[in-house]
């Protein structure tokens, strides 16, 4: 008898401990909150669905066309917190300004979250293009190009074309006229993207590709109405001859013999055993990987020379940077490799303070499969997520003075935080974050050591993408000459 009292007095005393320690040190022990949570069912968020059909989508527009794109969501979120409900472009829609909640968004995968865009998009886009997709063919496709994107090799071949290109584009330059550094950076990035996916020299195809590229993504955002006339139907069709084009690559590629050591895109996906991977969702793939490629690199490299118009200060570090390591280079008389490009700490710096301000992507949207929980929020299966990168980059939680370029921020401040997103996350995490950094680099690296400019008046635009108004003016002075 005594055993036994003596037992369950012991028993209680440990369970007594056990639950102060609990209580006296609860964030040591999550489970033990997310079951509390658990108790209560997860709430829909507040917010407002706006007007019937069309929800608060006209408001969301003529907020993004404005001066502060942010204001539509900053205005929503003083009242109801960083994560609410509305109705966008015909969904009702969960929004996440709240890093957090945004990152499980991204981290998530097609059992709980799949791909959502416009109507007129996914139009366009094949259905088995990377940007569809999901699961096991989409691991596939995305791992063999972001493996081939991070190679060496391709790096040492983009560092070698983009030296050419800009240099070609840099030669034209002189100082009676003004230079438009959207124009020359989309003239020469859009040669790189198309090099890197399926190996066309300048001389070939490229201006045939040019112009039914353009063609094709004028349609990207109009009426999803696929009738003969309409500018859907003219994208479609100019897609076509673009899939015409890629096949014709494709077969002389097969007849040559398809080598071994990938120097393109299409090389990597016809050299992979996957059944799946046939001629047409390797064509379609490629031009599909031109919509995010085409437009970003120039758009952050236009920036990047918008930011440091208007900061002398940076201006003469990343000029200073960029002059050491030319003079070293010409001592030495070496080419300049891709290391040495990323390796300038305050370059890299003034690129991901550009990518940070100007939120070239603002966010990602997916559609919930299935109901989902994040932090207590429900997002109820069929309506969209909208994880909006921009509000987070400039929330002065995060960052000091959000709305100033300030590289030196980024010093010592860490990239792979959740509160930066510009490249996206998790299984979709842009696979050409390397070559955009790189890109810029060198364009920047030639730019500042052989150019002084004055920049015209320019103002940035927001939507439907981030652009520069009268497409970033500059007039130069080449400081070959002054040397
Ligand atoms: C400054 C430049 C760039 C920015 C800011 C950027 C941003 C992004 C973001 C945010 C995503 C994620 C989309 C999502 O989660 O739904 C993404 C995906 C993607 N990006 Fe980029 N990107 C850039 C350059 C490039 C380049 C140069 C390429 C080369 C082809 C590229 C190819 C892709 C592809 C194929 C995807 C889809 C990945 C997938 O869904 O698996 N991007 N990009």
């Given at each position: 008898?005594?055993?036994?009292?003596?037992?369950?007095?012991?028993?209680?005393?440990?369970?007594?401990?056990?639950?102060?320690?609990?209580?006296?040190?609860?964030?040591?022990?999550?489970?033990?909150?997310?079951?509390?949570f658990r108790?209560r069912p997860p709430l829909l968020?507040?917010?407002?669905?706006?007007?019937?059909?069309?929800?608060?989508?006209?408001?969301?527009?003529?907020?993004?066309?404005?001066?502060?794109?942010?204001?539509?969501?900053?205005?929503?979120?003083?009242?109801?917190?960083?994560?609410?409900?509305?109705?966008?472009?015909?969904?009702?829609?969960?929004?996440?300004?709240?890093?957090?909640?945004?990152?499980?968004?991204?981290?998530?995968?097609?059992?709980?979250?799949?791909?959502?865009?416009?109507?007129?998009?996914?139009?366009?886009?094949?259905?088995?293009?990377?940007?569809?997709?999901?699961?096991?063919?989409?691991?596939?496709?995305?791992?063999?190009?972001?493996?081939?994107?991070?190679?060496?090799?391709?790096?040492?071949?983009?560092?070698?074309?983009?030296?050419?290109?800009?240099?070609?584009?840099?030669?034209?330059?002189?100082?009676?006229?003004?230079?438009?550094?959207?124009?020359?950076?989309?003239?020469?990035?859009?040669?790189?993207?198309?090099?890197?996916?399926?190996?066309?020299?300048?001389?070939?195809?490229?201006?045939?590709?040019?112009?039914?590229?353009?063609?094709?993504?004028?349609?990207?955002?109009?009426?999803?109405?696929?009738?003969?006339?309409?500018?859907?139907?003219?994208?479609?069709?100019?897609?076509?001859?673009?899939?015409?084009?890629?096949?014709?690559?494709?077969?002389?590629?097969?007849?040559?013999?398809?080598?071994?050591?990938?120097?393109?895109?299409?090389?990597?996906?016809?050299?992979?055993?996957?059944?799946?991977?046939?001629?047409?969702?390797?064509?379609?793939?490629?031009?599909?990987?031109?919509?995010?490629?085409?437009?970003?690199?120039?758009?952050?490299?236009?920036?990047?020379?918008?930011?440091?118009?208007?900061?002398?200060?940076?201006?003469?570090?990343?000029?200073?940077?960029?002059?050491?390591?030319?003079?070293?280079?010409?001592?030495?008389?070496?080419?300049?490799?891709?290391?040495?490009?990323?390796?300038?700490?305050?370059?890299?710096?003034?690129?991901?303070?550009?990518?940070?301000?100007?939120?070239?992507?603002?966010?990602?949207?997916?559609?919930?499969?299935?109901d989902v929980e994040i932090r207590g929020y429900l997002i109820?299966?069929?309506?969209?997520?909208?994880?909006?990168?921009?509000?987070?980059?400039?929330?002065?939680?995060?960052?000091?003075?959000?709305?100033?370029?300030?590289?030196?921020?980024?010093?010592?401040?860490?990239?792979?935080?959740?509160?930066?997103?510009?490249?996206?996350?998790?299984?979709?995490?842009?696979?050409?974050?390397?070559?955009?950094?790189?890109?810029?680099?060198?364009?920047?690296?030639?730019?500042?050591?052989?150019?002084?400019?004055?920049?015209?008046?320019?103002?940035?635009?927001?939507?439907?993408?981030?652009?520069?108004?009268?497409?970033?003016?500059?007039?130069?002075?080449?400081?070959?000459?002054?040397?």
């Amino acid at each position: 008898m005594m055993e036994i009292f003596l037992a369950l007095f012991l028993a209680a005393l440990f369970f007594l401990c056990f639950v102060t320690i609990l209580i006296l040190n609860r964030n040591s022990f999550p489970l033990l909150r997310i079951s509390r949570f658990r108790a209560r069912p997860p709430l829909l968020p507040m917010g407002s669905l706006g007007w019937p059909l069309i929800g608060e989508t006209i408001e969301f527009i003529s907020c993004a066309y404005s001066n502060h794109p942010e204001s539509f969501m900053n205005k929503r979120r003083r009242v109801y917190g960083k994560v609410f409900k509305s109705h966008l472009f015909g969904t009702p829609t969960i929004v996440s300004t709240d890093a957090e909640v945004s990152r499980f968004i991204l981290q998530s995968d097609a059992k709980t979250f799949v791909p959502s865009y416009p109507k007129s998009l996914t139009e366009l886009m094949g259905k088995s293009s990377i940007l569809l997709i999901n699961g096991s063919l989409h691991r596939r496709i995305h791992g063999l190009i972001g493996a081939f994107f991070k190679s060496p090799l391709l790096k040492a071949q983009i560092t070698k074309d983009m030296e050419r290109f800009v240099g070609e584009s840099m030669r034209s330059w002189t100082d009676g006229r003004p230079i438009y550094i959207q124009d020359e950076a989309k003239n020469i990035s859009f040669q790189i993207l198309v090099k890197a996916l399926i190996s066309i020299d300048p001389a070939e195809d490229m201006e045939f590709l040019k112009q039914q590229f353009q063609k094709f993504i004028s349609g990207l955002m109009s009426l999803p109405l696929n009738l003969p006339g309409t500018r859907l139907h003219r994208s479609l069709q100019a897609k076509k001859k673009m899939a015409g084009l890629v096949h014709r690559i494709i077969r002389s590629k097969r007849e040559r013999g398809i080598p071994m050591v990938s120097s393109d895109v299409v090389d990597v996906l016809l050299n992979d055993s996957n059944e799946q991977l046939t001629d047409d969702l390797i064509a379609e793939n490629v031009i599909d990987m031109m919509i995010p490629g085409e437009d970003s690199v120039p758009i952050l490299i236009t920036l990047a020379v918008k930011y440091l118009s208007d900061c002398p200060a940076a201006l003469q570090q990343l000029r200073e940077e960029n002059m050491e390591l030319k003079r070293s280079n010409d001592r030495l008389g070496e080419q300049l490799c891709w290391t040495d490009y990323l390796s300038l700490p305050f370059t890299q710096s003034v690129i991901t303070e550009t990518l940070r301000m100007g939120n070239i992507i603002i966010g990602v949207m997916r559609k919930a499969v299935r109901d989902v929980e994040i932090r207590g929020y429900l997002i109820p299966k069929g309506w969209c997520a909208f994880a909006y990168f921009r509000l987070v980059h400039l929330d002065e939680s995060h960052y000091d003075r959000p709305y100033e370029f300030y590289p030196w921020r980024w010093q010592d401040k860490d990239t792979s935080s959740c509160n930066f997103t510009p490249f996206g996350g998790g299984q979709r995490l842009c696979p050409g974050l390397d070559l955009a950094r790189l890109e810029a680099s060198i364009f920047l690296h030639h730019l500042v050591t052989q150019f002084s400019w004055v920049a015209e008046e320019d103002r940035v635009v927001n939507f439907p993408t981030v652009r520069m108004k009268r497409k970033m003016p500059i007039w130069v002075k080449s400081s070959r000459l002054e040397s």
